[in-house]
């Protein structure tokens, strides 16, 4: 089983859906989750981190799961340019290994 | 407008070439990573480096070979390359110690292996 997991895709939704991703992590010691958005040949760049509390920030909201080991994004409202890849990253406290998810890739249609 | 600055941008290099892949970051950040991404895949750890002493090498061929000059910069020196390590090279940055936050990215070195 792969330490963070996530579905492929792609994701194609109309402009305006509301799109869920999730992501699965194994490894229970895991302390720090990041959700990272790439866009074609370019590099990841942060798109929130994610709070035990869960946390939202504009169109975005993400929530962690710890009993169940997800993690997961809500994009409300999608706009064309939310086109991307959607990596989920996990880092376990006191290590400097993120465990990158293989990424979600979502096409937002006009 | 990325805080962690690579160069070159872009690579082509021959398999007898030396070549080096330069980072900076001035966010007094004390761990820098190199990371290597293939088409359609997550980036894949290479080497980390924290206080400046390398902390983690994920088993990287020896024709790779990383630097840390200083706390602000990271080198990655190529040498005797194989076609199929063709890849965008990503150099990143984080703070040290317990808790490391989010990493910050470069735009990448994209290189070509002839």
Same mark, same amino acid.
């Given at each position: 089983?792969?330490?963070?997991?996530q579905?492929p895709? @792609?994701?194609?939704?109309?402009?305006?859906a509301?799109?869920?991703? +999730?992501?699965?992590?194994?490894?229970?010691?895991?302390q720090?989750f990041?959700?990272y958005?790439q866009? $074609?040949?370019?590099? @990841?760049?942060?798109?929130m981190?994610v709070?035990?509390?869960? +946390?939202?920030?504009?169109?975005?909201t993400?929530?962690?799961?710890r009993a169940?080991q997800?993690?997961s994004l809500?994009?409300?409202?999608s706009k064309?340019?939310?086109?991307?890849t959607?990596? $989920?990253?996990?880092?376990?406290v006191g290590t400097y290994k993120?465990i990158?998810?293989t990424?979600t890739?979502?096409?937002?249609l006009? | 407008?990325?805080?962690?600055?690579q160069?070159?941008k872009?690579?082509?290099m021959?398999?007898?070439?030396?070549?080096s892949?330069k980072?900076?970051q001035?966010?007094g950040?004390?761990?820098?990573y190199?990371?290597?991404?293939?088409?359609k895949?997550?980036p894949?750890?290479?080497?980390?480096?924290s206080?400046?002493k390398?902390s983690?090498?994920?088993?990287?061929?020896?024709?790779f070979?990383?630097?840390?000059?200083n706390?602000? #910069?990271?080198? #990655?020196?190529?040498?005797a #390359?194989?076609?199929?390590?063709?890849?965008?090279? #990503?150099?990143?940055?984080s703070?040290?110690?317990?808790?490391t936050?989010?990493?910050?990215?470069?735009?990448g070195?994209?290189?070509?292996?002839l």
């Amino acid at each position: 089983r792969k330490e963070v997991e996530q579905d492929p895709g @792609p994701f194609n939704v109309p402009e305006g859906a509301t799109v869920a991703f +999730n992501c699965t992590y194994s490894n229970s010691a895991s302390q720090s989750f990041f959700w990272y958005r790439q866009d $074609c040949r370019k590099e @990841p760049k942060l798109l929130m981190s994610v709070y035990s509390s869960g +946390n939202e920030d504009g169109r975005f909201t993400a929530q962690l799961n710890r009993a169940s080991q997800y993690i997961s994004l809500l994009i409300r409202d999608s706009k064309l340019s939310d086109s991307a890849t959607y990596l $989920c990253v996990v880092n376990m406290v006191g290590t400097y290994k993120y465990i990158f998810g293989t990424g979600t890739r979502l096409k937002v249609l006009a | 407008d990325t805080e962690v600055t690579q160069t070159p941008k872009h690579l082509v290099m021959g398999m007898t070439n030396k070549k080096s892949l330069k980072c900076e970051q001035h966010m007094g950040h004390r761990a820098m990573y190199w990371y290597k991404q293939k088409a359609k895949k997550p980036p894949e750890l290479m080497f980390v480096y924290s206080y400046e002493k390398l902390s983690i090498n994920e088993s990287v061929p020896s024709r790779f070979s990383p630097e840390c000059p200083n706390s602000s #910069l990271l080198n #990655l020196h190529l040498h005797a #390359l194989q076609p199929e390590d063709s890849a965008l090279y #990503l150099c990143a940055s984080s703070r040290a110690g317990r808790n490391t936050g989010e990493l910050f990215f470069g735009e990448g070195s994209r290189l070509t292996v002839l």
